[in-house]
């Protein structure tokens, strides 16, 4: 697998919280045309598929507690978004904001400057989830103050 783009934006670390109000730039790498965005400006939303490059694998976790707090249960790293994952995978759903060239810009992307991006897809509606989304409570406590 090789990036296929790029993210800027203002972010220089990791942190939890407050992607709210981050707006992200993706531009394409050399190597990609810039025709590979034709129509992408017809969608509202995307989904980035992002690599965690500055994860160093020797922090990569299979198990624990959600930001190591003790009020949220032992669970294993496929029952968490932890960025310490085995393949260091990102994905996110974002909003687009406006295409320009070679570039994107987006709301709600958790990714800091400099992440090389794998993948963009549109969001159709249909691959929407067709069911209610259940979820354990200690999510809405650790999402917060995320956005």
């Excluded at 992440?115 to 650790?142: C, H, M, N």
């Amino acid at each position: 697998m090789h990036p296929i783009a790029r993210i800027s934006n203002s972010r220089s670390e990791a942190i939890d919280d407050f992607w709210g109000d981050m707006i992200s730039t993706i531009t394409l790498l050399p190597h990609m045309p810039e025709e590979a965005f034709n129509g992408i400006e017809d969608f509202s939303h995307l989904e980035i598929i992002y690599y965690f490059d500055k994860v160093e694998p020797d922090t990569i976790i299979y198990s624990g507690r959600p930001r190591g707090n003790p009020a949220y249960p032992d669970v294993g790293i496929l029952g968490q978004r932890k960025k310490d994952r085995p393949n260091r995978i990102g994905l996110c759903t974002v909003e687009l904001i406006a295409h320009k060239g070679r570039s994107i810009e987006v709301k709600y992307l958790d990714a800091i400057d400099g992440t090389p991006v794998l993948d963009i897809k549109p969001v159709f509606r249909e691959y929407g989830i067709k069911s209610e989304i259940r979820q354990p409570a200690w999510v809405a406590d650790l999402m917060k103050d995320y956005w």
